[in-house]
């Protein structure tokens, strides 16, 4: 099955700096892959997904890159302000029709310090 | 407009008990999930249905059943708990479109302990 490695599991930074979670899958065919930011004791809700035809996916202050050989894919956050403390997660699946669950990363706590 | 429900937020069962958890969306989507989630290893798929009267394993299965009782309803049973099933448990459900996956809505979150 799949597998999501996620790093770093905490990321500290100044308040408008920029921060960059990064993101590893293992299947090959996995062809979508979200981002989900869940704040403490709250459910958690997407941010930004791309699909494997795309390399790159961008709305407002936040990006993510994807590279298909390498099986990486990366969640950039500028101009951090402090509601983006949060926990970030990462996913990735196949999907070829019907339903199909999400791999998750373990997450990182991203502090943003004023 | 509700979007995914879960049933009980919190519950404290002892070892060997059974309870259900009870999830349902309002917003038509096909497909419902059932995920665990513990410190320090994200969310991990316990089961999830593509569809009405279909359900599959997924990362996690053993110790728990699902029933998908209508497009809305998806619940989670644990027949006899253990300490090892303390968690927080979230049902989600999405729409697949054209066959590719799309946004998954996730519930409020069951946090349950089992002593």
């Known amino acids: 099955g799949e597998n999501v490695e996620q790093h770093p599991s905490t990321l500290s930074v100044q308040e408008g700096d920029s921060a960059v979670i990064k993101c590893t899958y293992s299947?090959?065919?996995?062809?979508?892959f979200p981002w989900y930011k869940q704040e403490l004791g709250k459910r958690p809700q997407l941010i930004i997904d791309i699909r494997s035809n795309v390399g790159e996916k961008k709305d407002q202050r936040i990006a993510v890159t994807l590279n298909k050989t390498a099986k990486h894919f990366s969640l950039h956050i500028t101009e951090t302000q402090p509601e983006d403390s949060a926990v970030y997660f990462c996913a990735a699946t196949y999907s070829g029709g019907g339903a199909d669950g999400l791999t998750f990363g373990k997450g990182t706590h991203l502090i943003i310090q004023p | 407009n509700a979007g995914v429900t879960q049933t009980p937020k919190f519950q404290v069962l002892k070892t060997g008990q059974s309870m259900t958890l009870q999830c349902a969306q309002d917003?038509?989507?096909?497909?419902m999930y059932w995920y665990r989630q513990d410190p320090g290893m994200g969310l991990r798929l316990i089961y999830y249905?593509?569809?009405?009267?279909?359900?599959d394993k997924g990362e996690v299965p053993n110790g728990y059943n699902v029933s998908r009782l209508n497009k809305r309803e998806f619940s989670l049973r644990l027949e006899s708990a253990a300490p090892s099933q303390t968690s927080v448990y979230f049902c989600?459900?999405?729409?697949?479109?054209?066959?590719?996956?799309?946004?998954?809505?996730f519930g409020q979150g069951t946090r349950l302990t089992v002593v």
């Open positions: 249905s593509a569809s009405e009267g279909t359900t």
């Open positions: 299947d090959s065919a996995s062809n979508y």
């Open positions: 917003m038509n989507h096909n497909s």
């Open positions: 989600a459900s999405s729409l697949p479109a054209g066959g590719y996956s799309s946004e998954a809505f």
